[in-house]
């Protein structure tokens, strides 16, 4: 390398001219461009920080608050049990769902397994209703139509 000020060779590695005695300002290609990577990716690293800490930070705090009070689910059974429809021997599976939030479900629907007493899974059967509204209850009746079903299983509460 030359020294800038005097402009004789000296070492690569030299801080000071051994000529002009004048301390040399040395910028290294490697500092450069690491300062450019760095400088391109903390503002990635930002926004990457920015779109996850919340949502941590959500999750945290909902599940100190759900320990403390479990938040219901947005359809709800309240009870269910078999129950006979009609004299003729019709059964079904009844209870209660409710709507625990501000919006009306245009279509709800619960969805039931049958099982016979061995445990085998034989059919399954379900029901629905339109405009469950806000905060109100749906006492619904799944028809039973598989005469060896000793026993059920709610699979599913939806709604849109």
């Not at 690491?34 to 959500?58: D, Q, W, Y």
């Not at 209660?96 to 009306?104: A, G, L, M």
């Not at 629905?128 to 299983?153: Q, S």
Request: aromatic share 6%.
């Amino acid at each position: 390398m030359f020294c800038p000020n005097c402009g004789k060779e000296i070492d690569d590695k030299a801080v000071m001219c051994p000529y002009c005695q004048k301390e040399l300002i040395i910028k290294s290609k490697n500092n450069i461009g690491r300062n450019i990577a760095v400088g391109c990716l903390t503002p990635v690293i930002i926004l990457i920080l920015m779109a996850t800490i919340p949502s941590f930070m959500e999750d945290g705090s909902n599940n100190s608050i759900n320990n403390k009070t479990k938040s219901k689910p947005k359809l709800e059974v309240l009870n269910s049990h078999n129950c006979n429809i009609s004299s003729y021997g019709g059964r079904a599976i009844c209870g209660t769902v409710i709507n625990n939030t501000d919006r009306t479900y245009g279509y709800a629907q619960i969805q039931i397994n049958l099982y016979d007493k061995n445990g085998t899974q034989i059919g399954s059967t379900m029901d629905n209703i339109n405009n469950l509204a806000p905060h109100t209850k749906w006492d619904f009746k799944a028809m039973v139509v598989e005469d060896r079903a000793d026993n059920y299983k709610i699979i599913d509460v939806s709604g849109f």
